[in-house]
């Protein structure tokens, strides 16, 4: 076959080139005796330690400088980001992450501000910490923020500490609590922590909640719900006021998992929707970069009611100062060392603070236009189990494409070749063969009309060369990998150095 | 995956609606998984076995089988005494996707023998899996 | 806005294709009773330019700048930190990657993370390691957890009282809607943890100890697990300076089960605590009770070496409310940064560097005493340790840190019975003229 036939259009296209530098692991590199960094000439004499307590010295391979950044620089090229290219990857919001942000947090009087300095001594960051808060109770509605959760799943955790808190606080401990079919797995994994049993809610079979259903499990056992609006399926959650009201009036409080609030920003007020807890991700919403995993932030916001329990410290003013306050008799405690991912916190200060109002609420406007445009144009050729207006993400299946066999994984990896990141897929659970596409607003026009031409051709390459779909993707540094090996004989650490030589 | 009808579904078994199989094996039973479970569950990687002197009522968990991204948790078809465990899964939990019926997962020293007779016989488990 | 690429055109172009009339249209699924009414009182959008002036206006509200000497630890350290790091680091391929769930576009992270859990496991004397928790504390918190699982029908955790407070205090708040009982260590008069009510309680699954501990003071780990062991619980080892390990026996080395800590001093700034890095690992019996994300070698169908995230079974996208944690999102970059610095300093440095604070803080520890300050533990420690001054210390430290030193920071808040006393910290970062300022004003 000629490279046409064996590739498909993909090299025609965007697609990947042939850089790829091999590079090995750290420990199959470098001499000892050598160097990456500086230590300092010691000034001071040599002081005695106590043998007994001294050990060896660690295995570390000894690398050069230059030896650590080609390094470094040969794997970030076999990595893709939101730089690279775009990022369809539902239920993340893989927006844009500015620049000016990074520059902002590594100023240096706040990259080395030192968390134990008396506050006297550290009024920068608490009023950045002060005015963030207050950012985030406007834009979400209510009334009260904590800024330590360093992840959205810590946001559940502590969302859900305080469920603990309060229903104690209230005299009488629940034991469930309403968790739809449609949630993160971080949602029951963070209410199981506090102990509570997680009872699932079928979600209707227009995708939406149904109230007489939540009114049918909600009992005076029952701490809460947790709901994720706009839901995992990329919709809106039309009846969660009426949800709330059922909540409340047996003695239950609404968590909501703001995951999704890139959608809705200047358009959902939390608090009118019933919500009482609510987190955010910053690391989605407000643009900080995810880092390969991490650090995110997921501050939470609460109602006036629920103030008393956010965790301590509080960033507080006093006047012309900013304090942190400790003593909070039902705070349900400290959930992390100091003040939560600081460094990230910066730059959603700074996104809020280049964005402003309109600018925020022209982004979810754009999230949600994309998603909606990207819906129209592939819905003829791609499954899609909910056909209604969608917010800032929507969910195809592989249905249509059973027929040849090929299933989400086969055109997820086929859109690799094409030099796109794939769309979330088999997520959510109740949509079988599920893909979620999240374009965000970050994608012009054109791009989005490359992504759906793309698409188009893959689900034309289904039929006609459905190899090019099970064997992909090709042109990466590595192929389809062996999970199930990497499962069975797990093998998480390299060999000491001394069995590689 | 398999079509319903290329499954293996052994006569002399009784079979549970959670598509374990429980087999005589003179005073004791052993208890394994079917052919459609391991076919669903696909490449198994991981298997948590129950201890032996473990006791179980019928449909209680008594252990987990894991494949990459799934996990499905075994119960017990018989209420009894967990007599043995098949140690050999532990390295080679692919044994039961070989031959699920060979690769059985404990045996189990019953209190009720009776609860056998309510298992499905074959047939029916194979009209229940067409649905 | 630069960061919002549609032209009007663009927009009314989309809109005719969904078949909306209006941007608001898209949002008919809202009910008017849940929409955000009110209007935001933000401040204007500010140009780059406008946002530079005001987070310098902010910079120039912090008392100590760059050029300042802080001698505080106590969970957070100033290092030197190479521009290598800080370059590779910010690498846009790294920072605006997701968690690598598509492996074949994310070799570089998962390669990355691979090498960072085997220097750390390397580190800290440990078979595995995870791709990080979000902090020290947290890290504590999921460790004592962890313990309690593999213990099975234990209910109690017993903890140091010399673990860093603020690390107690969020155990306790990760413990509170349980039915465990956290059963508080004391001190022994030289600073270390007095292990010797644990002969008496049987049903404790996991004892945590900190090395070097808040204090600074080196525990004696290898007696530690002894004791523990023989009392039938786990030895979880926790820490907040990691660089120690350069120097000191590691906690694996010494009989720990499961070593978590804090991370942030190989490579990652301060920046007034967060974000740092949750290490953590264990022996390999207990890999299947791991929190968090692994990263693990594999081949591609060509044959070809390459790394997924494997074992996802234990985490809570698969076993929800089973999951051995809630974790999802780790602190992935912070990670790679610690194993671009360990990579940085190698054996070699990482001996040499460790050696240097030890010696550092030791000069201090001597030059302070020599001007009448008194050790309050008496144990050997490692770049922290506490003093008491004769007479009150407060007005001299005010007269240091108006020439920009931060000589200390007072355990009266965290320990009572230790008002007036200070915990002082020294990294390479503080040369010995600034020290030597310290101990003639302490002697003035």
């Not at chain 3, 009007?8 to 941007?23: H, K, N």
């Not at chain 3, 992270?109 to 504390?137: C, H, K, P």
């Not at chain 3, 089973?322 to 970059?333: D, E, L, M, Y």
Request: hydrophobic share 40%; charged share 20%.
């Amino acid at each position: 076959m000629s490279e046409q036939q064996t590739t498909g259009a993909a090299n025609t296209v965007l697609g990947t080139g042939g850089l790829i530098f091999n590079e090995p692991l750290l420990w199959e590199k470098g001499k000892k005796g050598r160097m990456g960094m500086s230590v300092p000439q010691s000034d001071v004499p040599a002081a005695t330690l106590d043998a007994t307590l001294e050990g060896t010295e660690v295995d570390f391979p000894d690398l050069s400088e230059v030896d650590v950044v080609r390094h470094y620089t040969r794997l970030s090229q076999w990595n893709f980001g939101v730089d690279s290219g775009m990022y369809p990857l539902g239920s993340c919001t893989m927006k844009y992450n500015p620049k000016t942000n990074e520059r902002q947090a590594a100023t240096p009087a706040i990259a080395l501000a030192h968390p134990m300095l008396e506050e006297g001594l550290s009024q920068g960051t608490l009023r950045l910490l002060y005015e963030l808060q207050e950012f985030l109770a406007t834009i979400t509605g209510l009334d009260a923020v904590s800024l330590q959760p360093a992840a959205g799943a810590h946001g559940e955790l502590t969302g859900m500490l305080i469920f603990h808190a309060y229903h104690e606080h209230k005299g009488h401990q629940r034991h469930k609590i309403l968790i739809p079919d449609t949630a993160h797995g971080t949602n029951p994994a963070s209410a199981a922590l506090c102990g509570y049993k997680a009872v699932a809610v079928k979600s209707g079979p227009d995708g939406m909640l149904d109230p007489e259903l939540v009114a049918s499990l909600m009992d005076e056992d029952t701490a809460g719900i947790m709901l994720t609006n706009p839901n995992t399926l990329g919709l809106f959650e039309e009846r969660v006021r009426e949800i709330a009201e059922i909540v409340h009036a047996k003695g239950g409080l609404v968590y909501g998992d703001g995951a999704n609030m890139n959608a809705v920003m200047g358009v959902m007020d939390a608090k009118k929707c019933g919500v009482d807890v609510l987190h955010l991700n910053l690391h989605k919403t407000f643009s900080t970069p995810h880092g390969g995993g991490g650090p995110g932030a997921g501050p939470v916001c609460v109602t006036k009611e629920l103030e008393p329990f956010l965790p301590v410290p509080r960033a507080v003013r006093k006047g012309d100062s900013y304090q942190l306050e400790e003593n909070l008799p039902l705070s349900v405690g400290r959930v992390h060392a100091f003040h939560g991912n600081f460094g990230v916190l910066v730059k959603a200060y700074s996104y809020i603070l280049t964005m402003g109002a309109e600018g925020l609420k022209r982004a979810s406007q754009l999230a949600v236009l994309n998603a909606n445009y990207i819906k129209e144009q592939l819905k003829d050729v791609l499954h899609l189990p909910y056909d209604r207006p969608c917010m800032h993400e929507c969910v195809f299946s592989d249905q249509n494409q059973q027929a040849e066999k090929i299933s989400t994984l086969d055109m997820a990896k086929r859109l690799i070749d094409y030099g796109y990141h794939p769309p979330t897929i088999y997520f959510p659970l109740v949509v079988h063969g599920a893909m979620m596409i999240e374009p965000t607003e970050s994608e012009c026009k054109e791009d989005i009309d490359q992504f759906i031409a793309t698409l188009r051709t893959i689900v034309q390459e289904a039929k006609e060369q459905p190899d090019l779909l099970h064997e992909a993707p090709q042109r990466t540094k590595v192929r389809r990998l062996d999970e199930v090996q990497a499962a069975r004989c797990p093998c998480l650490v390299g060999l000491p150095s001394a069995e590689d030589k | 995956m398999k079509e319903i009808d290329e499954l293996l579904l052994p006569e002399d078994l009784g079979y549970t609606d959670d598509h374990e199989w429980a087999q005589k094996t003179g005073e004791t039973f052993r208890v394994g998984v079917s052919d459609y479970a391991q076919d669903q569950l696909g490449d198994i990687v991981f298997v948590e076995l129950p201890e032996v002197g473990d006791s179980f009522a019928k449909g209680d968990e008594c252990g987990t089988l894991e494949s990459v991204k799934a996990v499905s948790e075994l119960y017990t078809p018989l209420s009894g005494e967990v007599v043995a465990v098949n140690e050999a899964l532990t390295d080679n939990p692919e044994l039961i996707n070989e031959d699920p019926y060979g690769a059985w997962i404990l045996e189990i020293k019953p209190s009720a023998p009776a609860e056998f007779d309510t298992l499905h016989k074959a047939a029916a488990y194979l009209e229940m899996l067409k649905g | 806005m630069r960061y919002l690429p549609h032209t009007p055109e663009d927009i009314s172009d989309m809109l005719t294709v969904i078949g909306a009339d209006s941007l608001d249209g898209l949002f008919a699924s809202v009910p008017e009773a849940c929409r955000m009414t009110s209007s935001w009182d933000l401040p204007q959008p500010q140009s780059e330019w406008q946002l530079n002036d005001h987070m310098r206006g902010l910079a120039a509200d912090m008392a100590i700048g760059e050029d300042g000497k802080v001698l505080i630890g106590a969970g957070s350290y100033r290092h030197y930190i190479p521009e290598t790091i800080r370059t590779l680091a910010s690498r846009s391929e790294f920072l605006t990657a997701y968690t690598p769930y598509q492996p074949e576009m994310a070799q570089g992270t998962l390669q990355g993370i691979f090498e960072y859990q085997t220097l750390t496991a390397r580190l800290l004397g440990v078979d595995v390691v995870n791709a990080s928790m979000y902090d020290g504390a947290s890290a504590l918190a999921e460790a004592l957890l962890m313990g309690l699982r593999i213990a099975k029908k234990k209910k109690k955790v017993a903890i140091s009282k010399a673990i860093h407070p603020h690390y107690r205090g969020v155990v306790a708040a990760y413990l509170r809607p349980t039915s465990y009982e956290i059963i508080e260590l004391e001190l022994t008069a030289d600073g270390r943890t007095d292990l010797s009510s644990l002969s008496k309680e049987s049903d404790i699954a996991a004892v945590a100890l900190q090395s070097p501990n808040f204090f600074g003071v080196i525990e004696e780990l290898e007696q530690a697990a002894t004791t523990i062991h023989d009392a039938g619980s786990l030895f979880v080892a926790c820490f907040s300076e990691p660089l120690a390990y350069g120097l000191l026996k590691n906690p694996g080395d010494c009989g720990a089960d499961i070593v978590c800590g804090e991370g942030q001093s190989f490579g990652i700034a301060p920046s007034f605590g967060g974000p740092g890095l949750g290490m953590f690992g264990c022996k390999t019996a207990y890999t299947r009770n791991l929190p968090g994300r692994l990263v693990g070698e594999t081949k591609d169908l060509d044959g070809k070496r390459g790394y997924v995230l494997t074992l996802a079974t234990r985490e809570q996208h698969i076993r929800r409310e089973k999951a051995t944690s809630n974790i999802c999102s780790n602190q992935g970059v912070c990670a790679m940064t610690a194993a671009m610095y360990m990579a940085s300093l190698g054996g070699t440095g990482l001996r040499q560097l460790s050696r240097l604070n030890f010696d550092k803080s030791e000069y201090l520890k001597a030059q302070l005493l020599a001007a009448g300050a008194s050790l309050v533990f008496a144990a050997p420690t490692f770049n922290e340790f506490v003093v008491r001054f004769p007479g009150d210390f407060s007005a001299k430290r005010e007269k240091l840190l108006k020439q920009g030193i931060v000589a200390g920071l007072d355990l009266g808040d965290l320990y009572p019975e230790l008002a007036g006393a200070y915990l002082f910290c020294v990294t390479e970062t503080i040369d010995k003229a600034t020290m030597d300022t310290i101990a003639t004003e302490v002697a003035a």
